[in-house]
């Protein structure tokens, strides 16, 4: 059995606690403190917390273990937030990494804040950034953008949008839908674009497959993947948009919207003219 870490007082509020993504041993000596200390803890998932707190010698002891995570939110939040008005401290964990990111515990985070009692991050792994560091892509202005749409529409709507962001881009995605991603990407940035796969970062299987977007397709095309993805692709360079590339992007964004949304999208994303770029998807729609 581990020795169980001694508990620390933690100050009153809500404590955003990190958590590992794969190696158990990431965890920080801060969080393991908030841990042993906090009056009450809630986490996306009770057990994968139970877990690692058995693993580090965290004893739960008599204090409240409590689920909070999307389809209990606006039940659990109340609890939680009642603890905070009655002066305790409460420390909150997502299932892993850094919490509010593609977490549930936004909403925890805004209704604390809204009244004035206080929030603190205890920082430490982030999938993101663990990401980033291997990529060998610049770092230095990145965008995350989470999981992309699963609808066509959206879809095709959201990587439009992300074409003309300059900075590198770092997006989670389903291991079912990884070589799908790469050849839309591939298809709406450019498949000489530079990018990286990383996948189950920190874990005994931890793989990171770096190339241009046209080669990652290839390589990802007939793979059964499995495990945690996080794609990184580097920012594009600033071109002038031809006629076609225009034209292109049109007809993506046409398949989920109307002519006006559509042409709003594509204005947007190249930065042109909206009547301009409304009179080519008339065009393109009358022409289908």
Do not use: W
């Not at 964990?93 to 985070?109: C, F, H, K, M, R």
């Not at 003309?164 to 674009?193: C, F, M, N």
Request: glycine content about 8%; overall charge negative; hydrophobic content about 45%.
């Amino acid at each position: 059995m581990p020795e169980t870490a001694p508990a620390r007082s933690v100050p009153k509020g809500l404590h955003f606690v990190a958590t590992p993504i794969g190696a158990a041993r990431d965890i920080t000596l801060r969080a393991l403190d908030i841990l042993a200390g906090a009056d009450v803890l809630a986490a996306e998932d009770t057990r994968t917390l139970r877990h690692l707190m058995e693993i580090h010698g965290v004893a739960l002891g008599d204090r409240p273990l409590i689920a909070y995570h999307d389809h209990n939110g606006e039940a659990v939040r109340p609890r939680l937030l009642r603890a905070l008005e009655e002066g305790r401290s409460v420390a909150y964990a997502s299932e892993a990494g850094t919490p509010l990111v593609a977490d549930p515990g936004y909403q925890l985070a805004r209704a604390a804040i809204a009244s004035g009692y206080p929030v603190l991050a205890a920082p430490g792994p982030s999938a993101v950034l663990a990401a980033l560091t291997v990529s060998g892509l610049p770092t230095d202005r990145f965008l995350f953008a989470g999981f992309p749409p699963t609808g066509a529409g959206d879809r095709s709507r959201f990587l439009t949008e992300l074409a003309a962001v300059p900075a590198t881009l770092v997006l989670y995605e389903s291991p079912k839908r990884i070589s799908r991603l790469l050849g839309e990407l591939a298809q709406t940035l450019g498949g000489e674009r530079q990018a990286a796969v990383c996948r189950e970062l920190t874990k005994r299987f931890e793989e990171v497959s770096r190339g241009s977007l046209a080669n990652l397709t290839e390589q990802f095309a007939d793979r059964d993947v499995k495990g945690e993805i996080v794609v990184v692709i580097d920012r594009g360079t600033a071109v002038v948009a031809t006629k076609s590339d225009i034209e292109a992007a049109l007809r993506r964004a046409l398949r989920g919207a109307s002519v006006r949304d559509a042409a709003a999208e594509v204005a947007e994303a190249f930065g042109l003219p909206r009547k301009e770029v409304y009179r080519m998807a008339l065009g393109l729609a009358e022409d289908e």
